[in-house]
């Protein structure tokens, strides 16, 4: 099952300019993280925020996470053409063991 | 250089014959996991590995097998029994303490036909 669904599906825009992605959730959580997968490339982690933090920084990202909505969202400042790719929310289930649950993630589109 | 590997990168089958997918990990990581991935889509896992010589269904194990005979490996055979085989198949990796973030291997294509 997948427990996440990421807005918007697709995102285009210019460099130097911001990305905003969302990401909402059904269920309790103990982390929330967020990963990034090249085009045909396995995912590399970004960050990770625990349910008792609501922002957390890491360089030009910056992640929020608002547990009473069930949802959080990563921001990119500054885009480059290097952030393209599709980026993935994904949350633990809670069953006391490290098994992650994906969104459907959101393809990022930066144009030089 | 410490990672997760996995081969070949892309596999070619014909329908009705079962195929193994190889993961090896040099991180000493106890768990380790297989995900689906198609076209556009999240990922749905398939088994998970807490420790050697112990595994779990994830999701869609259905027509999938794994053994785990050493920390180092996780091998996934897609039989003949999956409907649908065609997809992009990864491997990842997790210790304990870390708050599960995982490490993924550059992943196998496999199409069948």
């Known amino acids: 099952s997948q427990q996440g669904e990421e807005d918007p599906q697709a995102l285009s825009i210019q460099e130097g300019e911001n990305a905003t992605m969302n990401c909402s959730y059904k269920?309790?959580?103990?982390?929330l993280q967020w990963y990034r997968q090249n085009s045909g490339r396995g995912l590399v982690h970004l960050i990770l925020?625990?349910?008792?933090?609501r922002e957390k920084h890491s360089g030009r990202l910056r992640v929020t996470l608002d547990t009473s909505k069930k949802s959080s969202s990563l921001l990119i400042t500054a885009s480059r053409a290097a952030d393209t790719a599709s980026y993935f929310c994904?949350?633990?289930?809670?069953?006391?063991?490290?098994?992650?649950?994906f969104g459907t993630g959101t393809r990022l589109l930066v144009s030089p | 250089d410490g990672g997760i590997t996995q081969s070949p990168k892309y596999l070619f089958r014909k329908e009705g014959q079962n195929v193994t997918l190889s993961c090896e990990q040099n991180?000493?990581?106890?768990?380790m996991y297989w995900y689906r991935q198609d076209p556009g889509q999240g990922l749905r896992l398939i088994y998970y590995?807490?420790?050697?010589?112990?595994?779990q269904k994830g999701d869609i194990a259905e027509g999938y097998s794994v053994s785990r005979e050493k920390k180092e490996s996780f091998p996934l055979t897609v039989t003949s029994a999956q409907k649908n085989p065609t997809a992009f198949y990864l491997c990842?990796?997790?210790?304990?303490?870390?708050?599960?973030?995982?490490?993924f291997g550059p992943g196998t294509r496999l199409t069948v036909t």
């Open positions: 991180l000493n990581h106890d768990a």
């Open positions: 925020i625990r349910s008792n933090e």
């Open positions: 990842a990796s997790s210790r304990p303490g870390t708050g599960g973030e995982q490490y």
């Open positions: 994904a949350t633990d289930d809670d069953t006391g063991f490290q098994k992650l649950v």
């Open positions: 269920t309790s959580i103990n982390n």
């Open positions: 590995s807490q420790i050697v010589n112990d595994f």
